[in-house]
């Protein structure tokens, strides 16, 4: 048990160093090819963020513990929206740009209920997984098609979420030092914590579905929650809000879509009695916060942390959920 437990420590340890070095060389490697603050803020922050989640489960998957992958992508969902975006109201009240949210939040909240759908069915497969990653290239293409043509306010938000990123290199050798050493990193933190955490699992008596949604899927959220904090305490909220709101789509989409490749994910019985509808329901509950007045007060955020500090003690407790 203690040897699974530093296993999990050291490798989230070496997740986050990862996921953060990843992200900086991605940005770095951008803006040496060219490309647009716009394109980088859609889609190479969101990318870099959901990293740590992409490589565990997509490590989850192969080592042959779907609950974990699944769970993570769910539980990170929920964490996202309850513990990250009520801890950064907590900090600072959010903006919430509001033709951000009118597309960026009912992206998300479509691909959550695609989510729940493929649940039920009781798989993802992998050519459902090939059609999620093809939608989320045609939506993110539209998106920046869009935002250039119309000049809008969401592509300068964009810019500024790619700005928020600080330490990015500049020079060729240190960029790709970053981007291999970051990969590098990643791919070793993940195997020692997807490792770590089925040892756990096992030796307490504990289910895999239960660890993903709840220790990985809370370690994996933290590059999100560490940017909702920083952006909040510097007053950008607005930046705050569109990263969460791009980390789910592309949690759902891309990650799930990914894991399936590597191998068809079994959606686990009680996934599908609670936690999906848990996230759903998060989901579904956040939008109607966001437009009102067009802010996540601080009250609110209360209100999210009590709601996420409620559905972690119906994990460690089992109450609310099947036998």
Request: charged share 10%; hydrophobic share 60%.
């Amino acid at each position: 048990m203690i040897i699974d437990l530093l296993m999990t420590v050291l490798g989230l340890g070496i997740l986050l160093l990862g996921g953060e070095g990843t992200l900086r060389g991605a940005i770095g490697l951008a803006r040496l090819l060219g490309v647009s603050p716009a394109m980088i803020g859609l889609t190479v922050v969101a990318f870099g963020t959901s990293a740590p989640e992409l490589v565990v489960s997509l490590e989850a998957s192969i080592a042959g513990s779907p609950a974990i992958a699944i769970g993570n992508v769910i539980g990170s969902n929920i964490a996202n929206i309850m513990l990250i975006l009520g801890a950064g109201a907590i900090i600072a009240p959010l903006v919430c740009d509001p033709r951000a949210v009118r597309r960026d939040a009912t992206a998300m909240l479509a691909a959550l209920v695609l989510l729940v759908g493929l649940g039920i069915s009781g798989a993802i497969l992998a050519w459902q997984g090939v059609l999620m990653i093809a939608v989320l290239v045609v939506y993110v293409m539209w998106s920046y098609r869009n935002d250039r043509n119309d000049g809008s306010p969401v592509s300068e938000l964009h810019v500024r979420e790619a700005e928020e990123t600080a330490g990015v290199p500049r020079a060729v050798p240190v960029v790709a030092f970053y981007v291999v050493g970051g990969l590098l990193a990643l791919i070793g933190g993940a195997k020692l914590l997807v490792d770590g955490a089925v040892g756990i699992a096992r030796t307490a008596g504990v289910s895999e579905s239960v660890i993903g949604l709840s220790l990985v899927a809370v370690g994996t959220s933290l590059p999100e929650l560490t940017a909702t904090a920083v952006a909040a305490w510097r007053r950008h909220t607005d930046v705050a809000v569109a990263n969460i709101l791009g980390s789910n789509l592309f949690n759902v989409l891309l990650i799930l879509g990914a894991a399936s490749l590597a191998a068809p994910l079994p959606i686990s019985p009680d996934f599908i009695a609670v936690d999906l509808w848990v996230m759903l329901a998060a989901g579904v509950v956040l939008i109607p916060i966001m437009v009102t007045g067009w802010h996540i007060s601080r009250s609110e955020g209360a209100l999210l942390l009590t709601l996420y500090a409620l559905y972690i003690a119906s994990l460690a407790t089992g109450i609310g959920r099947p036998i």
